[in-house]
């Protein structure tokens, strides 16, 4: 016991001390990060328990959970399959789809996430009324490859490259991200912590034909055009750390609990705390809320709670998972989350 609780002390001590260096506020550059589609959870559980997982979960899928910590891609126990749908604010869709397997001590697991932002309406100085005939699109994918390791039976470790694309009209950049975790069992206990560093990169910049300028000249040869070109400022990632714990209990008959915690620090935003609550039935059934609290949450398009329900549906040796979210906003209209996940 004393074993236990002197590795419990020692993490404890060192999440704190990484949050501490990590605490520098970055409001006063929110907005300004590339690829903010990278700080948006996707995935229902996820949204439903407070929007961040890293400490992981002993029910979690591993493919869910990897998005918030890559170590916490050893939940995983052999092969799974998962895909997620958001019809996200103003009419925008996000695909999820992700697949895992384990190979004995380690997992490896392959993610996309790909963003349709549907026709903008196009305006220009010279045609500034809105012509619902002349649009340009946008889009964004996110293509990931996770590997973790299980180093003792309470120690797992975990990192995954992140190829990051985004088009707008004739306007494309391209880049790479990376995240890193640990994630710490304390034996039976039900309790779990977890540390992750997540959307670490260099700084990705907009090129392409959009970018093109013709300029007028005026010159001893009469009037004419030159060609010329925008040059687009380079924008860093929202790089962040995140550090949180989790505990289950079993109570009643085949009843359970699980409270979570979890703060984030980010570079491009102020921080923000989250926690949750599930309630599950004989693994079967589940029933969630969460909170997602930053310092400024009235400024906060989203509300700060969440609630959602998960049903495990087993079949023959393969067990299916349907989870639902509701993600409420104070400015748009509310948000729907479904993710459906396999686990052969």
Known sequence: MKIKLLNVSVLAVALFGLSLGAHAQGDDRAGTAAMEELLVPITARTVALGSQLTSGLNNLSGIEALLSNPAALMSNSSTSAMFSRTEYLADIGINFVGIAQRFGNNNIALTLSSWDYGDIPRTTAAAPEVDPTLTYSASA??????????????????????????????????????????????????LRFGVALRNFGGAVEFDGGLLDLPLGTTGPGG???IAAEIDDLSSELPSLLSFGA????????????TALGGFRSNAYDLDNYSGGLEFGYADLFFVRGGVDITAESDQNAWEVWNVGAGLNIPV???????????????VFSGVNMFTVGIDL
């Open 141 to 190: 994918l996110i293509l990931g490859v996770s590997l973790a390791r299980q180093f003792t039976d309470r120690i797992a470790a975990g990192f995954t490259t992140k190829v990051l694309g985004r088009t707008i009209d004739e306007a494309s950049s391209n880049g790479l991200a990376f995240d890193a975790g640990m994630t710490y069992v304390v034996g039976e206990s039900g």
């Open 246 to 257: 989790a505990y289950t209990r079993e109570i009643s008959g085949d009843m359970s609990v």
């Open 316 to 330: 023959g040796g393969t067990s299916i998972a349907v989870d639902y979210a509701y993600r409420p906003s104070s």
């Open 223 to 225: 009037s004419g055009t």
